[in-house]
């Protein structure tokens, strides 16, 4: 390992008195006298806890003695005493129980020691007992063990219990009886002797008292004595140890003619890192020359290279002034030289940046140019540094700014500013030395300097730059007015998503101005969530800057806007490229669909509920087949069973039962809007008068019903059955919602209905008059979650058997065939309010349903039966042929068709049913037609009379129309009529 020294004593001149000054700075006395005072605190501290320790173990030791011997006399004491009471309760014993029991009561009472005594006999029951209650008892509990052993050996054997705050020496002594002296029992007796245990406790006290005392006096004296004896040469351990220990130089203190080193611990790690001691040559050096000997040490190679600075000196000399002992002293200098090389090499490229700098600098100094570079001559068009050095700035400005004061105020306020704040940035008009003038720039820089007004300038042309900023304001101005025209929303922001602008539209549907916005991050402007679940969903901007793709934001989402109402919006977001290509920003583009989506949810909802209606009708058509057979069968079981009453009553049941389900199906198919629609005027105040009578006498008295009939015409063409059946289901409802009593009110007004509410409303409305009935209730109300399914048929929240859920769905199919509407609108806890929509007409048309309870026509001829249903053929046939008719039957249209192609001159009449797998009803009767346009057809259906119903019935062929479930009486009044006015010869 190389080094290298640099003789440095003969320029630098270290007096001993400088040595011995920089001696007494080495280290830190203060700490060093606190280190003492800590060793000395310690060695106290062990000290008397020995003692300490010693002390508490001779007094527990003589504690634990005394308390055995104390103890062991104690019992002996005791075991006399029990043995002496043993012997005298024998001879009391011996008189009787009684002597035996005054005698304990009188001990137990007289003695405090004596706790208790129990007296047992050799069949372990208790003679005696201090407890009188357990005299006579059997003697339990882990006695028994004892008892048992003392009988068995006629030993007394002693315990010790836990009792209270003292312990109970418990004796058991056999007590004898009788001429031969044997034992009679055993005498258990519990003695306490608190006085015993009360003074060894205290003793105990006193010792341990004692024992900390000695300890605390032992601990102060050791402390005062280590002080005294040990400090002075403590004190100079510890400076020296400091000095060696916590000093960051290296130093070596070495004696003459010894090879023995004293090192500081910076010194010695460096040895054991190193393997080289690099003051040695210095020591020598003295040795030699009995001088202060410094030197520049170079160290080590490559990375480990370091430099010292290195002081070698006599720390003690003898009478001759030779050295008897020297210090060596090595100071680390090399992150001080590296420093030094630092600053010249940044003092290099400072001038190599000033030089070379793309921007104009100037150096001020008291108002004039003293240096500017290259860049600053070209900018100025001088020749060279000379035509700017000592030159104001005004000198290079024209006599005004463009604001009208004069280029020397201006340019003094400004340096003013730039001395207070430290730097300043701004633009100012220049005139270079040609005359032209520019715009530039500047950034100024105040240097703090004594008695000086240093600035450093960088200035920069800017007239390009000023040129493009006129343009691009015009641009922004052309985009401004551009988006301000656009009606839809659109919002920019940066590619970290935040705003950089947005039209007025979008302050308008997101309810933050341009001012506030800006700035924003998107996701706190447009913030948007899932209308189902309202959950938070990405902003387009995010998923743009993600795929560097055009994104269009989901159908369902939910914009809240910044005072938290919320609409519907549509939105797609495109990438902002520059010429590069990159993504600088996204535009986002959307609007509010809020009408839009309420009018698609109103056509969802129609479509939903026309879709449940057909379900409806279809499972009404096909339970309206099974009740044909299960009524007509019983029909024909009551006809056949006249003379057995009983059996007969059982038919009539069934027919009951089956009329209950064909009323069941009437309301899915009044749902469904195939029922059958009886078309007359209608007053309908009339109808919520008789309603509200009829429920003035059914429903609860706690219950208070309103009425307000505020519309001036009421009429409406339609079903009054229905229609009354439709306010009822809802005041019945209103009625389950107010268990504890309420208020029910029955309202209503004239409206005129415009386009946008008919819209609105998936036009299932007509524009026109309407009358508006409201029914409103005060109960519970109806939660939001179910709200909009409250007109499903079979949806109900009531409980198992009370109730159908074909209510509300009744009413919906009753109001839709009346060409109108009905709606809800409820809070929890705020009651429901059902609105009707009807439209004001006056169209007539009547119909009167046959009784079914009258006696069927009896007649002849011959009659095709057409019905896909096997039972429903069977029952149809056997009908007919109890009231006389001759019967064909065929599954469907094409076997029926063959079979009147061939009979037709035979059949006097056909049943058709409407709906049939192959040809439907109507088909079949176009077919037949082909073959017999005089035919005559009865059409049978599950579903009631609907429109197309009509259209068919009014052709002369079709002669009526028999609605399933039909009973005896209905078809046979139905074929009666449809024949009897055909010729003799076809009837028969």
């Not at 304990?104 to 209650?133: G, M």
Request: hydrophobic fraction near 40%; aromatic fraction near 6%; proline fraction near 3%.
């Amino acid at each position: 390992m190389a080094v290298k020294r640099s003789r440095m004593g003969t320029a630098i001149e270290i007096s001993m008195e400088e040595m011995k000054e920089k001696k007494e700075k080495i280290g830190s006395i203060e700490s060093s006298v606190r280190a003492a005072q800590r060793l000395n605190l310690r060695m106290a501290l062990c000290y008397s806890s020995l003692v300490l320790g010693l002390m508490l173990g001779v007094a527990l030791v003589g504690a634990y003695l005394y308390h055995n011997i104390l103890f062991h006399s104690n019992r002996e004491m005791n075991r006399m005493l029990t043995t002496v009471l043993s012997d005298s309760i024998s001879r009391v014993s011996f008189s009787g129980k009684y002597q035996s029991r005054q005698f304990i009561e009188h001990l137990v009472k007289n003695e405090p020691r004596i706790n208790y005594i129990i007296i047992v006999d050799r069949n372990r029951k208790i003679i005696a007992h201090s407890n009188v209650e357990l005299n006579d008892k059997v003697l339990d509990g882990d006695r028994q063990k004892i008892f048992v052993d003392v009988m068995d050996t006629g030993k007394s054997m002693i315990r010790q219990l836990d009792q209270s705050r003292y312990y109970v020496t418990e004796i058991a002594v056999p007590y004898r009886g009788g001429f031969e002296h044997e034992i009679c029992g055993v005498v258990f007796t519990g003695i306490t002797n608190p006085e015993m245990y009360q003074g060894l406790r205290m003793t105990m006290t006193n010792i341990i008292f004692l024992v900390v005392i000695i300890g605390i006096l032992s601990l102060i004296i050791t402390y005062l004595i280590s002080n005294w004896l040990a400090a002075p040469v403590k004190d100079l351990a510890l400076e020296l140890k400091g000095i060696l220990d916590y000093s960051p130089m290296m130093i070596c203190v070495t004696e003459k003619n010894s090879s023995d080193l004293h090192c500081s611990e910076s010194y010695r790690k460096f040895l054991m890192l190193r393997k080289e001691n690099f003051l040695l040559p210095e020591i020598s050096e003295v040795n030699r020359s009995w001088d202060v000997v410094v030197d520049q040490v170079e160290t080590g190679e490559g990375d480990q290279r370091e430099t010292f600075l290195t002081t070698t000196f006599p720390l003690d000399v003898d009478r001759a002034g030779r050295p008897v002992q020297i210090c060596a002293i090595g100071m680390d200098i090399t992150d001080q030289l590296k420093m030094d090389e630092a600053l010249k090499e940044s003092e290099f490229r400072y001038r190599e940046l000033f030089e070379k700098s793309y921007d104009a600098l100037f150096i001020i100094d008291n108002g004039l140019f003293v240096d500017c570079n290259e860049a600053a001559i070209q900018m100025l068009r001088a020749r060279s540094k000379e035509d700017i050095i000592n030159k104001s700035p005004v000198d290079f400005s024209p006599e005004k700014q463009p604001d009208g004061r004069l280029s020397r105020d201006v340019a003094q306020e400004l340096t003013q500013n730039a001395l207070r704040f430290g730097a300043l940035r701004f633009e100012f008009l220049h005139q270079r030395i040609n005359g032209e003038i520019f715009n530039a720039e500047i950034f100024i820089t105040a240097i703090p300097a004594k008695n000086h007004k240093i600035y450093h300038v960088a200035m920069r042309d800017i007239t390009d730059r000023t040129n493009a900023v006129k343009a691009l304001r015009e641009q922004e101005e052309n985009l401004r007015i551009t988006l301000n025209s656009i009606g839809d929303a659109v919002i920019s922001t940066d590619c970290n998503n935040h705003i950089v602008r947005m039209n007025p539209v979008a302050e308008k549907l997101t309810g933050w101005n341009l001012h506030s916005a800006v700035g924003k991050h998107i996701d706190e402007v447009f913030r948007i969530v899932d209308a189902d679940t309202g959950e938070h969903i990405s902003t387009p901007p995010e998923k743009v800057l993600h795929s560097g793709k055009v994104v269009v934001l989901s159908s369902n989402a939910v914009l809240i806007r910044r005072d938290e109402t919320r609409i519907h919006v549509a939105d797609s977001g495109a990438p902002i490229l520059n010429e590069a290509g990159e993504i600088v920003g996204v535009v986002l583009v959307f609007r509010d669909v809020t009408e839009q989506r309420t009018v698609e949810e109103q056509l969802r909802q129609s479509q939903k509920m026309d879709s449940i209606g057909q379900l409806a009708g279809g499972i009404a058509h096909d339970f309206n087949n099974m009740l044909t057979g299960i009524m007509g069968a019983a029909d024909v079981l009551v006809r056949k069973l006249s003379g057995e009453q009983k059996m007969r009553q059982y038919a009539e049941i069934i027919v009951s039962a089956a009329q209950k389900a064909s009323a069941l199906t009437r309301k899915l198919l009044d749902f469904s809007r195939k029922g059958k629609l009886v078309s007359t005027n209608v007053d309908l105040h009339a109808i919520i008068r008789d309603t509200i009578l009829l429920l003035e006498r059914s429903i609860d008295r706690r219950i208070e019903i309103r009425q307000h009939l505020a519309a001036d015409r009421f009429v409406v063409n339609g079903d009054p059955v229905q229609l009354q059946n439709a306010l009822i289901n809802l005041c019945i409802n209103a009625r389950d919602a107010m268990p504890q009593g309420g208020t029910l009110m029955l309202s209503s007004q004239n409206v005129d209905l415009d386009w946008d509410f008919c819209h609105l409303h998936g036009g299932q409305l007509q524009m026109g008059k309407y009358i508006k009935v409201v029914v409103k209730d005060s109960g519970h109300g109806i939660p939001p979650a179910i709200l909009p399914r409250i007109f499903e048929p079979f949806f109900t929240t009531k409980d198992m058997g009370e109730g159908t859920g074909l209510g509300l769905s009744a009413v919906y199919g009753a109001i839709s065939a009346h060409r109108g509407i009905v709606e809800c609108s409820s809070k929890p806890d705020h009651g429901a309010e059902f609105t009707i929509y009807l439209p004001i007409e006056v169209t007539a048309e009547e119909g009167a349903p046959s009784d079914p309870t009258q006696q069927p026509q009896t007649g002849n001829g011959q009659i095709l039966v057409i019905d896909d249903e096997e039972f429903v053929r069977r029952l149809a046939q056997d009908i007919l042929q109890d009231l006389g008719y001759k019967v064909m039957v065929a599954p469907d249209g094409i076997v029926g068709s063959n079979i009147f192609a061939r009979e037709k001159d035979h059949i006097d009449l056909v049943i058709i049913d409407m709906v049939m797998p192959g040809l439907s009803g109507r088909e079949t009767f176009q077919k037949l037609m082909e073959y017999d346009p005089d035919v005559r057809v009865i059409f049978s259906s599950g579903f009631t009379r609907d429109q197309g119903m009509e259209d068919l019935l009014d052709r002369n062929n079709v002669r009526g129309f028999v609605q399933k479930p039909f009973r005896i009486a209905d078809l046979g009044d139905a074929v009666a009529a449809a024949i009897k006015d055909l010729p003799p010869h076809k009837a028969t």
